[in-house]
């Protein structure tokens, strides 16, 4: 099965900070890589799709780069909404299963 | 607008069979750009992909319980089923389910439920 490691675990930040995300994958899977936001009690919101498709409704402020085992989610100006946990997701339909990382939370500094 | 509702048993006893509901809205599970997908989230832990069906009623599972699980639909309904057999204490999750955007492969997890609490207990 494909690994997924994320970094760092945790991040303090403050509104207006930029802030990255990493993402690393066991094998390549060229885009095959999702990132999601969840709040505490909520479902998990995709924000990116196929490594930098930003998702339809989400603000401009995040995006995502990368491909085969690297990938980075960057929000450029931290908003007061933006708190939450944050999760890569592999999905290559040729090597399920479709693992999640670990997740990120970002809190407040 | 397109939702998807998962409802089922709160509380479940070890060895038991677990048969959790998603009701969609919204599209129609014979759409051929779309499928269902579930995965689970244990307290305080990460969300685990369990597996998810196309359209034309292929289905892909994780392979660590392809032996415990079954996913089904009833596209006259809108509904996927999930079931699991066997549940142990270390299943008791949020179960989510999400809809599967798909262009020729799989390209996005992209409206998911709110998610239903399952406690694995006697």
């Known amino acids: 099965d494909i690994q997924m490691t994320q970094s760092p675990s945790t991040l303090s930040a403050s509104v207006g900070d930029r802030v990255t995300i990493t993402c690393r994958a066991s094998q390549n899977i060229i885009t095959w890589l999702a990132w999601f936001q969840q709040k505490p009690g909520k479902a998990p919101k995709l924000l990116i799709y196929k490594a930098s498709s930003l998702e339809s409704g989400v603000p401009s402020r995040f995006s995502g780069s990368g491909s085969g085992t690297e990938f980075t989610l960057t929000i450029s100006s931290l908003q007061p909404d933006d708190f939450a946990t944050y999760y890569c997701q592999q999905y290559n339909s040729y090597s399920p299963p479709f693992t999640f990382g670990p997740g990120t939370k970002v809190d407040i500094k | 607008q397109v939702t998807l509702k998962e409802s089922g048993p709160v509380l479940v006893k070890p060895t038991e069979t677990l048969t959790l509901t998603c009701t969609v809205s919204?599209?129609?599970?014979?759409?051929?750009?779309?499928?269902v997908s579930w995965i689970r989230q244990p307290p305080g832990k990460a969300l685990e992909w369990l597996g998810h069906i196309f359209s034309n009623d292929e289905k892909v599972y994780r392979t660590s319980l392809k032996s415990s699980l079954t996913i089904s639909k009833d596209t006259s309904k809108s509904q996927v089923v999930l079931t699991m057999t066997n549940m142990d204490p270390v299943d008791s999750a949020t179960y989510f389910c999400?809809?599967?955007?798909?262009?020729?492969?799989?390209?996005?997890?992209?409206?998911w439920g709110q998610g239903t609490m399952v406690t694995v207990s006697s």
């Open positions: 999400a809809r599967i955007r798909v262009n020729m492969m799989v390209e996005a997890f992209d409206i």
């Open positions: 919204g599209f129609s599970l014979s759409n051929v750009g779309m499928g």
